[in-house]
């Protein structure tokens, strides 16, 4: 089946009720505009989507399509390997030394289940970089990314510093 569009969110009103196939999307895919995947149920899927997913991304509970048989396709998005960042002693310096340290390595950053929390993608040199600052505590899981908490993308930039990136 071709996507071409997000047609709407599995919770519309023209959706509930139907038999729902998920497409499983990486997180680091999206922002992708093309993908050929395979849903949980098996089906082929071509998503050829426009420009304007490299602003928006695919969000889990994205619907993709309707196919024939009237099954909606959805999005989701698998967990992954994050780091949840605590900061200990709440300042404006250690919350912005942490943003600043996980902007300047391109990483998306998420708002963590605590006001004193942040999420973002693992990677050693990430973990290493703010396992060493003072009153920030790191831990490692396995967990879903909460889009509705995303404070930062990782859509394309122009210039490199040599530490994590992630390319369209």
């Not at 196939?21 to 992708?32: A, G, K, L, R």
């Not at 149920?41 to 009237?70: E, F």
């Not at 998420?110 to 003072?134: C, K, W, Y």
Request: glycine share 8%; with cysteine.
């Amino acid at each position: 089946m071709l996507c071409e569009k997000i047609i709407g969110r599995i919770e519309d009103s023209e959706f509930i009720g139907k038999p729902v196939d998920f497409v499983e999307i990486d997180w680091h895919e999206t922002y992708n505009k093309i993908l050929r995947k395979t849903s949980k149920s098996g089906r082929d899927v071509a998503i050829r989507l426009g420009d304007d997913i490299l602003k928006t991304g695919m969000k889990p509970g994205d619907v993709l399509g309707v196919d024939s048989d009237g099954t909606v396709l959805a999005v989701e998005v698998p967990a992954t390997d994050v780091l949840v960042v605590t900061v200990e002693e709440s300042s404006a310096f250690n919350f912005a030394k942490v943003g600043y340290e996980i902007g300047n390595c391109h990483a998306p950053l998420f708002a963590g289940e605590a006001d004193n929390q942040f999420v973002t993608i693992f990677n050693e040199p990430m973990e290493h970089l703010l396992s060493h600052l003072h009153h920030v505590k790191v831990e490692r899981k396995m967990q879903k990314l909460n889009f509705a908490k995303q404070i930062s993308t990782i859509v394309g930039h122009g210039h490199s510093h040599g530490e994590y990136h992630h390319h369209e």
